[in-house]
C-alpha cells in the first residue's frame, strides 16, 4: 500500500462522506413524508396527530444525516 | 484572505479551575438560563397584574401544555415541566448562538483566536448532558409509575427470546442517549458552520436567509428533543405485558 496515498482528512473522502451519507436519509424523509401526506388525504381529521408522528419521524431519520454530516466535520476540522 | 475562517468542534475554554475547564459554550448556557430564570420570576411576580408579555407567555406555556397533553393524556401534570423545560432550553441555548457578537468576541491567545462566547447547544458536552439527563429522566418516570416492574423489561428471564429482547432493549437506551446528543449537536453546530462559511464567502447580506433557516433549525430540534424524550417517557410508563 503506498504510504499516505489516501488521506482520511483529503476533501474529497470529506465530500463523499457527507454526500453518500446524506441519500439514505433523503430518500427515507421523501417516503415518510409521502405516506404521511396520504393518511391525512384519506382521514383530514386526523391530521394533526399524523403531523406529530411524521415530525418525530423525520427526525429520527435526519439524525442519520447528521451522523455522517458529524463524521466529515470531524475529518475536516479535528 | 487576511483573517482565516475559525471553526473549531470543540468548545474553546476561556478559564481554568484546575483541571475544570470553564467553557465558553458554558458561560452561554449559564447566560440563557439565567435569562429563562428571570422571566419566570417576572411572571411570578406579577401574576396579578395584567401585561402584554404575560398573554404572551401564557398563550406559549399553555399550547405547549396542550400538546403534552395531548400526547400523553393523564399524566401531563408529571411530564410537563421537565418536558417544557428542555423544551425551552434547547431552543434558546440554539437561538442563542445566533446573536451578533457570538464566536466573533474573544481575545487573541497564542494558540489562536478564543472567542468568549458560543452557542450553548453547538458543544457537545452539553448536548450529552442533556441526551443523559433526558433518558435517565425516563427510567425514572418508568420507576415512579410502574414501581420495580419497570425493569423487567430489560431483564426477561422467562425465555431466551425474552432476554435476547431484553438486553437489545438495554442497548437501544444507551442507543438513544448518543442519538440525542449528536442529532442536536450535529443540527446546531452545522448551521455555526454554515453561517461561518457564508458570511466568510460574502460578507453582506447573503447570511440572512441562512440566519432565517437556523432560528426555524433552532425551533425544530427544541421541539423534537422534547417530544421525543415525551414519547418515550410515554412508552416507559406503558405497560405492555
Redesign the interface.
Known sequence: MAAEAIKSSSDVIVGATIALGGIGPAIAIGLIVSKALEAIGRNPEAA??VQ?VM??GV?FA??IA??S??IA??LK?? | MATALH???SAEPIFRFGQFEFTNSMLVSLLVSLFLSLIAVWFYNHRQTKSNLKLFIQTIVESFYEFVQ??SPHHANQFFPLIATIFFFVMFGSWAGLLPGMETIGYQADHGFVPLFRGATADLNITLGLAIFAVVSIQVFGYKNLGPKYFKKFFNFTNPINFFVGFLELISEFARVM?FA??L???I??GE?LLAVIAFLVPVIASLPFIGLELFVGL?QG??FA??TL?FTNIAISDHH
Open positions: 394533526s396527530k406529530t415530525i418525530l427526525a435526519e439524525a447528521i451522523y454530516l458529524v466535520l470531524i476540522f479535528v | 471553526i473549531s468542534i395531548s400526547v442519538s449528536f442529532r449537536f450535529g443540527n453546530f452545522a458552520v425544530i421541539l423534537v417530544t421525543l414519547v
